[in-house]
């Protein structure tokens, strides 16, 4: 947690630890104006947090082509409605993640009918109208189209979370609440519908933004609680006899402590998820984003949201747990050549890791495509660079999150998470700096015993006690190697929309296919070495006790 419990016993575990320069692409190099060094300590006694195996999400939304923001409209056909689900790319980039998470919702989810059996209304689309609450009329979502969806949720391997319309049946007061009961009538139709096609929902949502003060309305906490509740029992009645049941999400909002607080007691037990939304860069148009991005201190203020609400959770009897359901950074559909930009993982990749460390389960991103912040182009489908930070993530961090603090620097980021699916840990390092190598170290805080993972599995214990400690270390740490994963911009341009692995431009080929992502090995005896503006994946062949 700190270098002030760095015993002096464990000076020669910072040596055994210590990492070395990697050669990346020569525009990378030549950007650095000086060198300094720093130390990552890792707790690997215990995990801190455990986020879902599945952590990472993306979100599709309801936007149509009329949806403009400051001008500029940016969602052409990227709706659940008009998205061309042939592409081969789109289909290569879901089926990649095997599975990813995909929230449907957004706004415009409160203004939509279900054209089942018991919808006696015509099965019109969206019409833009500037006098209408968000902009647009109601819209419908055909059952033809529903199903179309679900062939191709189904051919990528996709676990869908779906927004139900919460408005239904209310009335929008003078003073902008919303008051009555949520009709869930049409609601229970397109779940029976669901179930009867036998579509693999793994959850669903209750409403869009609706908590606290709300977005354009809001609802009492009592009420969505008891709302929330019906959900529950529609879910637990239409699903009967069918194992595992989708999950029960709510209030996918903002977070406000008091509404938050009496929405999860009231809640009780018919609560699996609670969903907060994050947009903590403020407006797409705002042209300070990338200072924003930069700045450590202003990064860090999300955390107060993250421990609010694990404290909320932890102080009541709920056994709910916490994710990030929609989350774009800018609002109003972010910004181009920033949200979709090289400089924009800087902020996704460090919002993941401190949701993590809050124990944050799942993490949706804003939006798989469509808007400025799309992991896809919208109108070609090729990856942004979020798109492979997400994906490096996915392969690479594993459930338990470790307690991990840098020092050195203020500009470096630091996460740590036991390995996905072998053994050992990845580190996250982040540099915010434009003009500073930093030559990073890594040191174990609270290790108990400390194991290398050889590949010929030869074992040689070194042994040194300080108090009751015995740390192992590896025979022949000079003759071992690490993997790591450095991502760059293309001629070291934050706005680029092309992203470098280990100095190789990352880009589909003909056929669509996502390329591979491949490490690099390094000595472990050699500090790590992470570029400016830069980000390093690492994988280290060590296992400690908590990712035993």
């Given at each position: 947690m700190g270098s002030q419990i760095f015993l002096k016993g464990f000076c020669f575990l910072a040596c055994i630890f210590s990492y070395s320069f990697v050669s990346l692409s020569s525009q990378a190099a030549a950007a650095g104006d000086g060198s300094v060094k720093g130390t990552v300590f890792i707790d690997g006694k215990t995990s801190i947090g455990k986020i879902d195996e599945d952590f990472i999400c993306a979100t599709l939304d309801w936007w149509p082509p009329e949806k403009c923001d400051y001008g500029t409209c940016s969602w052409d056909?990227?709706?659940?409605?008009?998205?061309?689900?042939?592409?081969?790319?789109?289909?290569?980039?879901?089926?990649?993640?095997?599975?990813?998470?995909i929230r449907l919702g957004g706004t415009l989810q409160?203004?939509?009918?279900?054209?089942?059996?018991?919808?006696?209304?015509?099965?019109?689309?969206?019409?833009?109208?500037?006098?209408?609450?968000?902009?647009?009329?109601?819209?419908?979502?055909?059952?033809?189209?529903?199903?179309?969806?679900?062939?191709?949720?189904?051919?990528?391997?996709?676990?869908?979370?779906?927004?139900?319309?919460?408005?239904?049946?209310?009335?929008?007061?003078?003073?902008?609440?919303?008051?009555?009961?949520?009709?869930?009538?049409?609601?229970?139709?397109?779940?029976?519908?669901?179930?009867?096609?036998?579509?693999?929902?793994?959850?669903?949502?209750?409403?869009?933004?609706l908590s606290g003060s709300g977005v354009?309305?809001?609802?009492?906490?009592?009420?969505?609680?008891?709302?929330?509740?019906?959900?529950?029992?529609?879910?637990?009645?239409?699903?009967?006899?069918?194992?595992?049941?989708?999950?029960?999400?709510?209030?996918?909002?903002?977070?406000?402590?008091?509404?938050?607080?009496?929405?999860?007691?009231?809640?009780?037990?018919?609560?699996?998820?609670?969903?907060?939304?994050?947009?903590?860069?403020?407006?797409?148009?705002?042209?300070?984003?990338?200072?924003?991005?930069?700045?450590?201190?202003?990064?860090?203020?999300?955390?107060?949201?993250?421990?609010?609400l694990q404290n909320s959770l932890k102080s009541s009897a709920t056994s709910a747990t916490a994710w990030v359901g929609e989350a774009g950074g800018a609002y109003n559909s972010g910004r181009n050549l920033v949200s979709n930009a090289f400089v924009y993982s800087f902020w996704y990749l460090d919002q993941l890791g401190m949701a993590s460390a809050y124990d944050t389960k799942t993490y949706c991103r804003q939006s798989l495509i469509g808007g400025n912040y799309g992991l896809l182009n919208t109108t070609t489908f090729v990856p942004n660079p979020d798109y492979y930070s997400a994906l490096l993530w996915h392969r690479l961090m594993g459930r338990n999150v470790l307690s991990t603090k840098f020092s050195g620097t203020k500009k470096i980021r630091a996460y740590a998470h036991c390995t996905k699916e072998s053994k050992g840990i990845t580190l996250l390092l982040i540099n915010l700096d434009n003009s500073t190598n930093?030559?990073?170290?890594?040191?174990?805080?609270?290790?108990?015993?400390?194991?290398?993972?050889?590949?010929?599995?030869?074992?040689?214990?070194?042994?040194?006690?300080?108090?009751?400690?015995?740390?192992?270390?590896?025979?022949?740490?000079?003759?071992?190697?690490?993997?790591?994963?450095?991502l760059t911009a293309k001629d070291g341009n934050l706005h680029s929309q092309t992203m470098l692995l280990n100095g190789n431009i990352l880009t589909v080929n003909s056929s669509g296919d996502i390329p591979a992502l491949e490490p690099v090995s390094v000595n472990l005896s050699k500090p790590i070495s992470?570029?400016?503006?830069?980000?390093?994946?690492v994988h280290l062949p060590y296992v400690v006790p908590a990712c035993s």
């Amino acid at each position: 947690m700190g270098s002030q419990i760095f015993l002096k016993g464990f000076c020669f575990l910072a040596c055994i630890f210590s990492y070395s320069f990697v050669s990346l692409s020569s525009q990378a190099a030549a950007a650095g104006d000086g060198s300094v060094k720093g130390t990552v300590f890792i707790d690997g006694k215990t995990s801190i947090g455990k986020i879902d195996e599945d952590f990472i999400c993306a979100t599709l939304d309801w936007w149509p082509p009329e949806k403009c923001d400051y001008g500029t409209c940016s969602w052409d056909h990227a709706s659940l409605i008009n998205l061309d689900i042939n592409s081969n790319i789109f289909l290569n980039a879901v089926k990649a993640f095997s599975p990813l998470k995909i929230r449907l919702g957004g706004t415009l989810q409160d203004k939509v009918i279900y054209d089942t059996e018991d919808n006696k209304e015509p099965c019109k689309q969206f019409v833009k109208n500037t006098t209408e609450m968000f902009g647009f009329t109601q819209g419908c979502l055909p059952m033809y189209r529903w199903d179309e969806l679900n062939a191709f949720f189904k051919k990528s391997g996709a676990k869908i979370i779906f927004g139900l319309n919460a408005l239904a049946g209310r009335s929008i007061q003078s003073d902008g609440s919303a008051t009555g009961t949520w009709n869930y009538t049409n609601a229970e139709s397109f779940i029976s519908y669901t179930v009867k096609k036998n579509y693999s929902i793994h959850g669903w949502e209750l409403g869009n933004e609706l908590s606290g003060s709300g977005v354009g309305t809001r609802i009492a906490a009592k009420q969505y609680a008891a709302d929330t509740i019906s959900l529950y029992k529609i879910v637990q009645n239409i699903y009967s006899g069918v194992e595992p049941k989708p999950l029960v999400l709510a209030p996918g909002g903002f977070f406000d402590a008091n509404w938050f607080k009496e929405f999860i007691d009231k809640t009780g037990n018919s609560l699996d998820v609670i969903t907060h939304h994050i947009y903590n860069l403020g407006p797409g148009v705002d042209e300070h984003l990338v200072e924003k991005i930069l700045n450590p201190s202003y990064l860090d203020g999300e955390a107060n949201t993250f421990s609010g609400l694990q404290n909320s959770l932890k102080s009541s009897a709920t056994s709910a747990t916490a994710w990030v359901g929609e989350a774009g950074g800018a609002y109003n559909s972010g910004r181009n050549l920033v949200s979709n930009a090289f400089v924009y993982s800087f902020w996704y990749l460090d919002q993941l890791g401190m949701a993590s460390a809050y124990d944050t389960k799942t993490y949706c991103r804003q939006s798989l495509i469509g808007g400025n912040y799309g992991l896809l182009n919208t109108t070609t489908f090729v990856p942004n660079p979020d798109y492979y930070s997400a994906l490096l993530w996915h392969r690479l961090m594993g459930r338990n999150v470790l307690s991990t603090k840098f020092s050195g620097t203020k500009k470096i980021r630091a996460y740590a998470h036991c390995t996905k699916e072998s053994k050992g840990i990845t580190l996250l390092l982040i540099n915010l700096d434009n003009s500073t190598n930093v030559e990073v170290k890594v040191a174990f805080n609270g290790t108990a015993t400390l194991h290398h993972q050889q590949k010929h599995h030869r074992s040689h214990k070194y042994q040194r006690s300080h108090r009751t400690r015995n740390i192992k270390l590896p025979q022949g740490s000079e003759s071992s190697t690490r993997e790591e994963y450095h991502l760059t911009a293309k001629d070291g341009n934050l706005h680029s929309q092309t992203m470098l692995l280990n100095g190789n431009i990352l880009t589909v080929n003909s056929s669509g296919d996502i390329p591979a992502l491949e490490p690099v090995s390094v000595n472990l005896s050699k500090p790590i070495s992470v570029a400016p503006f830069s980000v390093v994946f690492v994988h280290l062949p060590y296992v400690v006790p908590a990712c035993s």
